[in-house]
């Protein structure tokens, strides 16, 4: 399969190049981005047929494209390459808004191309293993959940576009909040009933999230997420029979507690890159026909509980967080 | 002068004290302040606002022009802290230079330099005003913020209007070593009372700090003024970790003699080893080992943390010991500096530390 990776950014460098150079099925015959600097770097490391700043001119040499751009041009920049008949795995989060997401669907559909979206934490064994756990309901049916992620930032962005709303579409709910509601989703397929959502966004991007979730079927449950300061990097499934936690941080182990007693049993999975295996997917369902473990409708939804949240905002109740009168 | 009506321009907006400036200018005066920003990794916090982040470095003196260009009041708070002991003082004073003599060209109105009580040094007299001549000791950030100062004076001789502010310890939100490292301090059994090491704190809530750096804008008697900024009650180091302890639901710490105290010291050290030694053997399994007796007997690990950790090191004894007291008589004359009492800014400061998930 001839790949081609538009935006050669930190991601880009950090993941994708050093996936797409190992794997044997893949052939990365094009590389895109509009940083002279970037190009000149990777053209000494790299031997793939097109290195320039034309996605259109790169459409030459490949079938398929991973779009690795800053968030804003995931829409524009993904509809160009469907409406060239090139498939896309397109970074998180698909679009930033949800009017985007569909419109690309509808392209991937009318042009029948794959349409996937790098949701990479389905392809850790153990959250398919917490799937598993939930809809077999080994351990009963679920309670409630409470899921807390966040680290202090420290992505070597380049361009700063993280802390633009425009270009980024929100703070840290878009960036790492797309991956945990793709997760709940995934896991809990139930229709969201109605969302508390809180943040410490001053007039740019929230850095601190705070979302109560409520599902259709009354099932509760809260999201905390921040790239300010070190959460408990927990996410805890509590079910009739017992508890379910999780560290995406850590994610090849699983830890589960029976209520009947007894300690934790520790579940350890031995894991590929979860990078690795989302390329594979999209590869094998191109190949294959069939619908990519992370399709384009996963990133939707994911974008449409984003939303709902940003409707529905109000600042957190922090006093240093208020106006006050005029300083002095 | 109004900082209200004026264009800023903030230097180390990406830290503790620069990004409470950064805050308060939108927050109360609806400013968007213009920020030097060196790496965007560390930018998430002042990403909350509505603020123009100007990307360069102290040490490029073109990309600070550039940054800086238009902007009538500077608030000079970045500083090296890198592992590199010369490259901050690289930072320190070359950056200063840089920058006071760009303001200085560029006929800024106002350039206020966040100084420290540090240039007293680390052995200061019982009561230190601004009249207390500095120290030269070995503590670098100490020396290196005592010629920084001298730099900005310097230039103010030549006509720059600035203002130094030496603060003391500065608490509040997101302040990294007096709260946030305070937190985690007392989280592992950091804190101790020690029978006879009863030091002086003297603690400053941010919003105090910033307060006087805003006041330091308004008057023009106090160009080329330095002011002492400290908080209003004299608190001991003791009654500061303290009031940390009970914000984390910890008991009051109880006293420890002298003698018991080197024993503890010494047993905290073959612990440490000990661990070490293990972990050179079979890191991971000692590391699941721990997670497991984490997640099965936190409060043994919480003991066994605070065994590792052995309470306040040898070496901080002097420190908190010291009876110094720094006196806000100048500032509150000449600037009407008037700033919280402790418990106030402790009230806000744990709210801020539970919802941020510190406790």
Redesign the interface.
Known sequence: MKIGLIGAGAIAQKAYLPALTTSSHIALNAIVDSNSQILNHLSNKYHSGYIGDSVTQSFDYVDAVIVAVPNYLHFSISKTCLEAGKHVLCEKPLAISSLECEELIHLAREHSLKLAVAHTRRFYKAAQNIKQIIAKEELGKIISFDF?E?T?????????F??DKKKAGG?VLIDIGVHVFDLLLWWLPYEVKHIDYQD?????????AIAKIEFSNDLKGNI?L???????NRYRLQLEKGII?WDPLRPEKL?IRSLSGG??K?MKFKQESSVNALLSNFIYSIENNSTPLASAEDGWRAIQLIEKCYRSRKL?P??????????? | MK??EKRVFITGATGFIGGRIA???????GIKSRCL?RK????????????T?T?GDLLNKDSLEKAMEGCEVVFHCAYGNTNDTSLNREINEQGTRNLAELAFMHGIKRFVYLSSVAVYGSNPPETVTEETPLQVCNDEYGKSKARAEKICRDLHKKGLPIVIIRPTIVF???SPIWT?GAIKRVLVGGWEKIDGVDGICNAVYV?DL??SM??ST?FDKVVGETFIISGLNTLTWNEFFTAYMKVAGLPKPKIISRPRKTLKFYFSNVLRACVDASRRVANSQIIDFYH?MK??YPSLTVTFDSLIRGGIKKNEIEKFSLRTTYSINKASRML?YSPRTFEEGMR?TA??LK????I
Request: with cysteine; hydrophobic share 40%; charged share 25%.
């Open positions: 807390e966040g202090v930032f420290s992505w070597p962005t380049v361009s700063g993280f802390f703070g410490d966004n001053l007039g740019g991007v929230e850095a601190f905390k921040s790239r300010l300061s070190e959460l408990k936690d830890y300690s934790r520790v957190l922090l006093e240093c967080l208020q106006s006050k009168e005029e300083s002095p | 900082i209200k805050e308060r200018l939108w927050l109360d005066n920003v965007f990794s560390n930018a998430a916090r002042l990403g909350r606002l509505p603020v982040m990307f509040g939100p997101f946030i919003d910033v307060d805003f006041l308004r497991w997640d099965n009407g806000v709210d801020w919802h941020y998930g510190y």
